[in-house]
């Protein structure tokens, strides 16, 4: 069993920054692919970007965010990160961690086992 919560959203202008955090329960964490998905009021679900397990060598993103979001993970603290940079209002949704059991991270939100409760992320024009 794997427990997430999510922090660092906010209301930020755009071109602005902010670096979410997802702390992780468990002695496992290692063994979990990671990601961050977003969803918009009266839209689905989206995949933002991924890490894959223990070292966290691999990053996937979706083009939407590639070169202003980074992602990453330090096992040691049982936390992953997504730095947002050069936000725009478009990138206004809830926020949520997500752990698979997986080397690779799943571009699907159905590939992931267990979720965090979400942060609200607001950038205004």
């Known amino acids: 069993q794997v427990q997430l919560v999510e922090s660092g959203g906010g209301l930020v202008q755009a071109g602005g920054s902010l670096r979410l955090s997802c702390a992780a329960s468990?002695?496992?964490?290692?063994?979990?692919?990671m990601g961050w998905f977003r969803q918009a009021p009266g839209k689905e679900r989206e995949f933002v970007a991924g890490i894959s397990w223990s070292g966290g060598g691999s990053t996937y993103y979706a083009d939407s965010v590639k070169g202003r979001f980074t992602i990453s993970r330090d096992n040691a603290k049982n936390t992953v990160y997504l730095q947002m940079n050069s936000l725009k209002p478009e990138d206004t949704a809830n926020y949520f961690c997500?752990?698979?059991?997986?080397?690779?991270?799943?571009?699907?939100?159905?590939?992931?086992?267990?979720w965090g409760q979400g942060t609200q992320v607001t950038v205004s024009s």
């Open positions: 468990g002695r496992t964490f290692r063994s979990y692919a």
């Open positions: 997500a752990a698979q059991r997986a080397v690779i991270p799943g571009l699907g939100a159905d590939d992931y086992n267990y």
